[in-house]
Nanobody
């Protein structure tokens, strides 16, 4: 089982960026996928999640109104569209998968993790 996050980079405040998470086909149709971020020395923070069927979505406080999570079943991909980026969004972003009917906001519920992709937002 693999998850591979990509799409990070250096952007300016106010810019947009789309992160992608490639998920192994063997789990894609039955697993919810979440996005988390971590900017040391802070703890890992929940950003967004989407249920296995794409119907349920949830967002962390910092992401509400600016970020949108979606999934493309044909491509086994999950996306995080980030708009109006702020310097405080600078972090390593991780995608993770859990087998559940809905989704969880807790990193402890996620079984599989991808490597992080770094997002840096300059002011």
């Amino acid at each position: 089982v693999q998850l591979q996050a990509s799409g990070g980079g250096l952007v300016q405040a106010g810019d947009s960026l789309r992160l992608s998470c490639k998920v192994s086909k063997q789990i894609f149709s039955t697993y919810a996928v979440g996005w988390f971020r971590q900017a040391p020395p802070k703890d890992r923070e929940f950003v967004a999640a989407i249920g296995f069927d794409g119907v349920g979505t949830g967002y962390g406080h910092s992401a509400e109104g600016r970020f949108t999570v979606s999934r493309d079943n044909a491509k086994s991909m999950v996306y995080l569209e980030m708009n109006n980026l702020k310097p405080e969004d600078t972090a390593a972003y991780y995608c993770a998968a859990e087998r559940t009917n809905g989704y969880s906001t807790s990193e402890r519920d996620y079984h599989y993790w991808g490597q992080g992709t770094l997002v840096t937002v300059s002011s």
